[in-house]
């Protein structure tokens, strides 16, 4: 039985370990692949895209809210993915961590970042959170948790990662989009008016959590009315589908 059984074993762990060799040699390629044509995250070259789109959002945000004071902040970044959002973030903060559950992304993250005050780490956050460490502002941006129709279940998740994360009288912001449908066209819920009103009012009334709705499309100043970007301007005004911000106190 012994004589029959070791070639088996042997065939076996041949097997494993050329899975777990190739497994390993795709992801150093990976790293490799980034380390030698890429020296962060600004050389990417979907970054400026990334920048024009959501890098002037975020500068509404802060602009709007000079209360919030980012600079001083230590914030962190709930389902960073690959972190191009976490480092424009960083751009107005003083520190911020960006967590995914994707050991991978993490690693390329951390390669690119170059920036002792700019980290990413693993983390589930579909499990029991780990951890005690707390900041002065939460930011999800775009999280699949917050993907529902389910008005008590948004609520939930909104109060289980603010209690973990958000030091009291910090700030949990979340970023979507919605055409205020009430329908999921590409996969995303896009919630109605109505709902948004009964989100920010069952956390007022239930939890005492003041919350503040802002589209930074729907706000123009005179960086918009320049004669390159008031057509532009007007068009992301006007349109349906409308990108936000939830603040909550």
């Known amino acids: 039985m012994q004589g029959a059984a070791t070639p088996n074993f042997i065939a076996a762990f041949g097997f494993v370990f050329v899975?777990?060799?190739?497994?390993?040699f795709r992801y150093m390629d990976v790293?490799?692949?980034?380390?030698d044509k890429y020296s962060s995250f600004a050389t990417l070259p979907y970054y400026r895209n990334e920048y024009d789109f959501f890098g002037h959002q975020l500068e509404k945000l802060f602009r709007?809210?000079?209360?919030?004071?980012p600079a001083s902040k230590k914030v962190i970044d709930l389902g960073c993915g690959f972190g191009m959002k976490t480092h424009i973030l960083k751009q107005h903060c003083a520190s911020v961590k960006g967590v995914d559950f994707i050991e991978n992304i993490v690693k390329v993250n951390n390669l690119l970042s170059g920036d002792p005050n700019l980290s990413f780490e693993v983390m589930n956050l579909l499990q029991p959170l780990p951890g005690s460490e707390t900041f002065d502002m939460a930011f999800a941006f775009g999280l699949s948790l917050f993907n529902t129709?389910?008005?008590?279940?948004?609520?939930n998740q909104t109060i289980r990662l603010k209690a973990r994360f958000v030091k009291p009288?910090?700030?949990?912001?979340?970023?979507?989009f919605t055409d205020f449908s009430g329908l999921s066209p590409s996969g995303w819920y896009n919630h109605t008016k109505p709902g948004l009103s009964k989100i920010k009012a069952a956390l007022l009334e239930e939890h005492r959590l003041q919350t503040e709705l802002f589209f930074p499309y729907?706000?123009?100043?005179?960086?918009?009315?320049t004669p390159g970007k008031l057509l532009k301007s007007l068009a992301k005004y006007i349109r349906p589908k409308q990108y936000y911000f939830t603040i909550i106190y």
């Open 169 to 176: 009288n910090g700030q949990l912001v979340l970023w979507s």
């Open 19 to 24: 899975t777990l060799s190739a497994n390993k």
């Open 64 to 69: 709007y809210h000079s209360h919030i004071n």
């Open 31 to 35: 790293l490799g692949i980034y380390n």
């Open 149 to 155: 129709s389910n008005i008590e279940e948004y609520i």
């Open 218 to 225: 729907r706000k123009m100043d005179k960086n918009d009315v």
